[in-house]
């Protein structure tokens, strides 16, 4: 079975702008979550995405968003970047309760 | 919300030795307990996890335990090998309580001296 995939893997972008990242989940799991990986904060979470529907949501401010189609596929939006955005995004997905499988994650620069 | 804590930060020991990482967690509700190793510029991979209905969890050299009174759990890697080298991250989790977003450690650098 494939894993989670996650595109691009690269990015760099300028203050001000916006960006999308996307999550392809290993095929029949239905949960995606999205973390943010800094050297300083860790592995911190963002939101969680099931049946199209947010669940959960980390302490973020709105300008981190994300949606999830219907065949699980998820998409994060972060506006207005700031340069501490700067980081490893990492998307998770789930069948069972508990167990995350994560993608390689996506490394986004902001200049 | 939940905190899980962990130490140490760094653990340096001998090929051959034993290796210990501790994690406490703040919300009692918490009822799923994973544990990721993570090598230098690669994903996050699910090592072990245990579940709060169960004290101690084995996988070969890898072990896990969890003290639900006192909120602690515990990784345990016994004769260490140079490719266990990396960070490892614990974590916490209220499963299936609609609060699915894990809460992880900052991590422990384990480094398996030859």
């Known amino acids: 079975k494939a894993g989670v995939t996650q595109t691009p893997r690269y990015l760099i972008k300028t203050r001000g702008q916006q960006v999308t990242l996307s999550c392809s989940p290993i095929?029949?799991?239905?949960?995606v979550s999205w973390y943010q990986q800094t050297p300083g904060q860790g592995l911190q979470f963002l939101f969680e995405?099931?049946?199209?529907?947010?669940?959960n949501k980390g302490n973020f401010p709105g300008r981190f968003s994300g949606r999830q189609f219907s065949n699980s596929r998820s998409e994060m939006n972060v506006s207005t970047l700031e340069l501490g955005d700067s980081a490893l995004y990492l998307c998770?997905?789930?069948?069972?309760?508990?167990?995350?499988?994560f993608g390689p994650g996506t490394r986004l620069t902001v200049t | 919300g939940e905190n899980v804590e962990q130490h140490p930060s760094t653990l340096s020991v001998q090929e051959g030795d034993s290796a210990v990482i501790k994690c406490t967690y703040s919300?009692?509700?918490?009822?799923?307990f994973p544990w990721y190793k993570q090598e230098l510029g690669k994903r996050p991979q699910l090592i072990i996890d245990?579940?709060?209905?169960?004290g101690e969890k084995k996988d070969q050299r890898i072990a896990v335990t969890l003290n639900k009174t006192a909120k602690h759990f515990s990784l345990h890697i016994t004769e260490t090998q140079p490719e266990d080298s990396a960070v490892y991250f614990c974590?916490?989790?209220?499963?299936?309580?609609?609060?699915?977003?894990?809460?992880f450690g900052k991590g422990t650098h384990l480094i398996i001296q030859p």
């Open positions: 974590a916490a989790v209220r499963a299936g309580g609609g609060a699915d977003g894990l809460t």
């Open positions: 995405y099931f049946s199209e529907t947010q669940r």
């Open positions: 095929s029949g799991h239905r949960s």
């Open positions: 998770a997905s789930s069948l069972e309760l508990g167990e995350q499988y």
């Open positions: 919300d009692s509700a918490s009822n799923y």
């Open positions: 245990i579940r709060s209905n169960v």
